[in-house]
């Protein structure tokens, strides 16, 4: 049996991500490959708040087996002006009949599918230096016009 220690975890930030439609790129050989341009939105937790940045983008390839690869990158503005680059990697898997719901741009209950990312952080500002050495995963959802996250540092 394991004497390591089990992982728990804190809430960073609630984040609500907003977008364009996907524009889609086709067919590829690894599969399906589309574009969602981030417009803004907001984030809010016990230890930072601020917005979403315009700018932003989440590269998704739907492969063969039906799951949706994502990965974006965006900035955070803190409410004191900070600036934190987000990459954000994960996975959307639901059965056929919910992904066209979402991808139809239906919304969702969350419990339906699963999609889960594991973000990673940058800054330079001297108050969130401690996000450049966080783990963390996130829950979230996809919504009609964009996406919402429950980011957790994991302990």
Request: aromatic letters at 8%; hydrophobic letters at 40%; one cysteine or more.
């Amino acid at each position: 049996m394991s004497t390591l220690p089990k992982p728990s975890f804190r809430l960073l930030f609630d984040c609500v991500l907003q977008a364009e439609p996907p524009k889609v790129i086709g067919e590829t050989p690894q599969g399906l490959r589309r574009v969602i341009t981030i417009t803004g939105g907001w984030f809010d937790g016990p230890n930072m708040s601020g917005e979403v940045l315009p700018g932003g983008s989440d590269w998704q390839l739907i492969r063969q087996d039906g799951v949706v690869s994502v990965e974006s990158r965006y900035m955070l503005q803190t409410g004191d002006g900070a600036l934190i680059f987000v990459h954000n990697r994960g996975v959307r898997v639901a059965n056929p009949e919910i992904s066209a719901k979402l991808d139809g741009g239906e919304d969702v209950e969350p419990s339906e599918y699963r999609f889960r990312t594991t973000p990673t952080f940058e800054t330079g500002a001297e108050e969130y230096m401690w996000l450049n050495s966080v783990v963390a995963v996130a829950s979230a959802a996809r919504r009609p016009r964009g996406a919402e996250l429950a980011v957790f540092e994991v302990l």
